[in-house]
């Protein structure tokens, strides 16, 4: 059911990363979402990557990007834009101007930000923000927004102070800042029930935010059998290579490391049969050091790259795979945060082998739901002995889609999320009906 013309909200959607260039995520997810529900949804973001290239060729808009190549690139608007639902959900994306100097693009979007975003919330007539930001924007915003009377919901999926710091240095304001919106945001909806009790905490919250769980573009990760032109082109050999599959960002805590390194102990562990091979879907900060590593550890021939990889072919380069993995180091970053792999390699009807996150262990209950729990030193045996026994890999990744198909369907996730910002706009129209 959607939304007439008599109840749709306004929402203004603040993040600080590049809307077309990131990796396709939750944010995309429930703005586009709440578009299908005949909601309008503006989404204003930061271009972190505007040296990195172009943006993903397959997102879809209309209206154009700047061109030229100058220092100062001014603001824009592109409309209907959608990354994560084919089209079915349009975003309107203001981009406000943008200094491209290193170091300086963020430090001066503090600035540009504090004076765009009120400009909208007034000119487009905004019902309820949902932020996602602290330092670059967020702050910002949230003051911007409590001086109008528009209520502010803060969507807690990361540790801020530990994810958006660059600069050690910075960390103090960050946190400061990240702070401050927790307490002062009109409602806090976290994504796992352990990031609501870290909101509270530091947030000094006296309510206890809400959890509303993540969805799973099911249309893109689904139970599949492995395509065999895919698998050729990657070098792959389907009823032969026994293949581990990784998606994501390659960050210094993903324990790519301890795969790299603990393959032969993996394929020992699998007993006779074809070559263990690694499948790593993704790149990033430290692809430099994984890539340098497998030539030095000289598996070179048993460690596949695709790099980033649209995000309608994830799901079936995932598919390729017997067996998944989240390797994350347990720190101030991962501790807490349920990563959106975890959801997607379920879905794709695949075993996943993961570290013992404390927040993913809050919301998947070990093997019951396809995924068993292993520290990183152990990886080798648990991974060796499900590519050892192909029943049970059977039997998990079938737990592990029902799992996903119960209780992460994005159409009943984000009427949960619509539910909590209806009820904040509701309730600032009517204090400010009460002032009149």
Same mark, same amino acid.
């Given at each position: 059911?959607?939304?007439?013309?008599?109840?749709?909200?306004?929402?203004?959607?603040?993040?600080?990363?590049?809307?077309?260039?990131?990796?396709?995520?939750?944010?995309? =997810?429930?703005?586009?979402?709440?578009?299908?529900?005949?909601?309008?949804? &503006?989404? /204003?973001?930061?271009?972190?990557?505007?040296?990195?290239?172009?943006?993903?060729?397959?997102?879809?808009?209309?209206?154009?990007?700047?061109?030229?190549?100058?220092?100062?690139?001014?603001?824009?608007?592109?409309?209907?834009?959608?990354?994560?639902?084919?089209?079915?959900?349009?975003?309107?994306? $203001?981009?406000? @101007?943008?200094?491209?100097?290193?170091?300086?693009?963020?430090?001066? %979007?503090?600035? &540009?930000?504090? %004076?765009?975003? @009120?400009?909208?919330?007034? #000119?487009?007539? &905004? =019902?309820?923000?949902?932020?996602?930001? %602290? @330092?670059?924007? +967020?702050?910002?915003?949230?003051?911007?927004? #409590? *001086?109008?009377?528009?209520?502010? /919901?803060?969507?807690?999926?990361?540790?801020?102070?530990?994810?958006?710091?660059?600069?050690?240095?910075?960390?103090?304001?960050?946190?400061?800042?990240?702070?401050?919106?927790?307490?002062?945001?009109?409602?806090?909806?976290?994504?796992?029930?352990?990031?609501?009790?870290?909101?509270? !905490?530091?947030?000094? *919250?006296?309510?206890?935010? =809400?959890?509303?769980?993540?969805?799973?573009?099911? =249309?893109?990760?689904?139970?599949?059998?492995?395509?065999?032109?895919?698998?050729?082109?990657? +070098?792959?050999?389907?009823?032969?290579? *026994?293949?581990?599959?990784?998606?994501?960002?390659?960050?210094?805590?993903?324990?790519?490391?301890?795969? &790299?390194?603990?393959?032969?102990?993996?394929? %020992?562990?699998? +007993?006779?049969?074809? @070559?263990?091979?690694?499948?790593?879907?993704?790149?990033?900060?430290?692809?430099?050091?994984? !890539?340098?590593?497998? #030539?030095?550890?000289?598996?070179?021939?048993?460690?596949?790259?695709?790099?980033?990889?649209?995000?309608?072919?994830?799901?079936?380069?995932?598919?390729?795979?017997?067996?998944?993995?989240? +390797?994350? #180091?347990?720190?101030?970053?991962?501790?807490?945060?349920?990563?959106?792999?975890?959801?997607?390699?379920?879905?794709?009807? *695949?075993?996943?082998?993961?570290?013992?996150?404390?927040?993913?262990?809050?919301?998947?209950?070990?093997?019951?739901?396809?995924?068993?729990?292993?520290?990183?030193?152990?990886?080798?045996?648990?991974?060796?002995?499900?590519?050892?026994?192909?029943?049970? !890999?059977?039997?998990?990744?079938?737990?592990?889609?029902?799992?996903?198909? !119960?209780? $992460?369907?994005?159409?009943?996730?984000?009427?949960?999320?619509?539910?909590?910002?209806?009820?904040?706009?509701?309730?600032?129209?009517?204090?400010?009906?009460?002032?009149?």
């Amino acid at each position: 059911m959607t939304s007439t013309a008599a109840d749709r909200l306004n929402v203004l959607v603040v993040h600080e990363v590049d809307w077309l260039r990131k990796v396709v995520y939750e944010l995309h =997810d429930f703005s586009e979402h709440l578009a299908i529900l005949g909601h309008r949804v &503006i989404a /204003v973001d930061f271009e972190e990557g505007w040296a990195d290239g172009p943006p993903d060729a397959r997102a879809r808009f209309e209206g154009s990007l700047p061109n030229g190549s100058g220092v100062l690139r001014g603001s824009s608007v592109l409309r209907e834009v959608s990354r994560a639902t084919g089209g079915r959900g349009g975003v309107e994306l $203001h981009r406000p @101007p943008l200094l491209r100097v290193p170091l300086l693009d963020r430090a001066s %979007a503090v600035l &540009i930000h504090a %004076a765009t975003v @009120p400009r909208i919330l007034e #000119r487009e007539r &905004i =019902d309820v923000v949902l932020l996602y930001s %602290a @330092p670059t924007n +967020g702050l910002s915003t949230l003051l911007a927004a #409590r *001086r109008r009377g528009i209520p502010v /919901v803060f969507r807690a999926i990361d540790v801020l102070h530990r994810m958006r710091t660059p600069v050690a240095l910075l960390g103090p304001p960050v946190l400061a800042a990240e702070r401050l919106v927790l307490k002062l945001a009109d409602r806090v909806v976290a994504n796992s029930p352990r990031l609501r009790r870290y909101a509270q !905490r530091l947030g000094r *919250r006296r309510d206890c935010p =809400d959890v509303v769980l993540p969805g799973v573009a099911t =249309d893109v990760f689904h139970p599949a059998d492995p395509d065999p032109e895919r698998a050729r082109a990657l +070098g792959i050999e389907l009823g032969r290579d *026994r293949v581990v599959g990784f998606a994501g960002t390659f960050f210094d805590f993903a324990g790519l490391d301890v795969l &790299i390194d603990g393959l032969c102990a993996t394929e %020992a562990a699998a +007993g006779p049969g074809g @070559p263990v091979k690694l499948l790593l879907i993704g790149g990033g900060e430290d692809e430099p050091a994984i !890539r340098e590593r497998v #030539r030095a550890r000289g598996v070179s021939d048993r460690v596949v790259f695709t790099g980033f990889r649209p995000y309608e072919e994830v799901g079936p380069l995932l598919a390729l795979a017997d067996v998944t993995v989240c +390797g994350m #180091r347990i720190n101030e970053v991962t501790r807490d945060i349920v990563p959106a792999k975890v959801h997607q390699c379920m879905a794709c009807g *695949r075993p996943l082998v993961c570290s013992p996150m404390p927040g993913v262990m809050d919301v998947v209950p070990g093997e019951a739901a396809g995924v068993v729990y292993a520290p990183l030193e152990d990886f080798p045996a648990a991974i060796g002995g499900l590519l050892a026994d192909r029943e049970r !890999r059977e039997r998990l990744g079938a737990a592990a889609a029902e799992y996903i198909s !119960r209780h $992460h369907d994005w159409a009943a996730q984000t009427r949960l999320l619509e539910r909590i910002l209806r009820d904040e706009a509701a309730r600032a129209a009517a204090r400010r009906r009460g002032r009149r």
